[in-house]
């Protein structure tokens, strides 16, 4: 089945510098790739994703790369605001044809802490 | 509009016992996923829910049922609790057909304490 590693699991930035958080993924049927941001005591909320057709999307300081050769995606965070700080997970899964099958892999986690 | 509501929100087991989590999709939804998340950790799929069916298992004991209604809404049990069960069950919403199709959207959950 799918895997998905996560990197790191705890980066400490400054407000306004950039945050990356990496993920790598094993099956290569995967072809959609969501960022989720849970904060505590609340459930993952879905901030960005992307398709397997697609290399590369942003929206305002949020930005996601894909490289399906290499089977990896990343999470792309400008310009950090302290509310910016939660727990950021990557998962990956597999569209079959015209159906949902909500079938998520997710990594590890990654504790994002953004001092003022 | 309201999101995904998931109940108890929290709640206390002894080991042996059974409990039923329960789950209203985001309006719109039609398909139910139930995930748990032990602490520290992501997110692990249990199982789906597509018209009243299973449609997709995760690797878990059949300790672990579940049921759609014709509403929509679901619940998911889980018998001879063990400690290790100890985990913030989450209910994730989507609809099946159509764009947007595998964008879930997540309850709160629901966290079960085995003692």
């Known amino acids: 089945g799918e895997n998905v590693e996560q990197h790191p699991s705890t980066l400490s930035v400054q407000e306004g510098d950039s945050a990356v958080i990496k993920c790598t993924y094993s099956?290569?049927?995967?072809?959609?790739f969501p960022w989720y941001k849970q904060e505590l005591g609340k459930g993952p909320q879905l901030i960005i994703d992307?398709?397997?057709?697609?290399g590369e999307k942003k929206d305002q300081r949020i930005a996601v790369t894909l490289n399906k050769t290499a089977k990896h995606f990343s999470l792309h965070i400008t310009e950090t605001q302290p509310e910016d700080s939660a727990v950021y997970f990557c998962?990956?899964?597999?569209?079959?044809?015209?159906?949902?099958?909500?079938?998520?892999?997710f990594g590890q986690g990654t504790i994002l802490t953004v001092h003022p | 509009d309201a999101g995904v509501t998931q109940s108890p929100t929290h709640l206390i087991k002894t080991r042996g016992q059974q409990v039923t989590l329960r789950c209203s999709p985001k309006?719109?939804?039609?398909?139910v996923s139930w995930y748990q998340q032990a602490l520290g950790q992501g997110p692990q799929f249990i199982f789906q829910?597509?018209?009243?069916?299973?449609?997709q298992r995760g690797n878990f004991p059949d300790r672990f049922s579940g049921h759609q209604f014709p509403n929509y809404s679901s619940e998911l049990n889980v018998n001879a609790l063990l400690l290790g069960d100890s985990a913030l069950y989450l209910c994730?919403?989507?609809?099946?057909?159509?764009?947007?199709?595998?964008?879930?959207?997540f309850g709160a959950g629901s966290r079960l304490t085995v003692l």
């Open positions: 829910y597509y018209e009243e069916e299973e449609r």
């Open positions: 992307i398709r397997s057709n697609v």
């Open positions: 998962a990956a899964s597999t569209h079959a044809g015209g159906t949902s099958y909500g079938k998520l892999t």
């Open positions: 994730a919403s989507s609809h099946t057909l159509g764009n947007g199709a595998n964008v879930l959207t």
């Open positions: 309006s719109g939804h039609d398909t």
């Open positions: 099956d290569s049927a995967s072809n959609y």
